[in-house]
């Protein structure tokens, strides 16, 4: 049976991106394709862990855009805004 306890309480730390730009960026955590975020739009990475992590946005054409070394608690999530590329 699950209680309502769980609910309020994640214990995964997310990185969300919101891709405030004009650019489809690629995004890497720590040396690794994560995935794609569209222009205009936002993606979620669940459970990237607590700790220390480079984030990096790269732009169509494998430039880097931006570099964020982020460290994280338990259950903290981050949220990156990309405004520009």
């Known amino acids: 049976m699950t209680g309502c306890n769980e609910d309020l309480?994640?214990?995964?730390?997310?990185?969300?991106i919101i891709n405030e730009s004009v650019c489809n960026v690629t995004i890497f955590v720590d040396g690794r394709e994560a995935f794609v975020v569209r222009a205009g739009s936002d993606r979620t990475l669940d459970d990237i862990g607590p700790g220390r992590?480079?984030?990096?946005a790269l732009d169509e054409h494998g430039?880097?855009?931006e570099r964020r070394?982020?460290?994280?608690?338990?259950?903290e999530d981050y949220y990156w805004f990309i405004y520009d590329c």
């Open 9 to 16: 309480f994640d214990a995964e730390s997310d990185l969300v």
């Open 53 to 56: 992590h480079v984030i990096e």
């Open 63 to 65: 430039n880097l855009v």
């Open 69 to 75: 070394t982020i460290d994280l608690a338990n259950s």
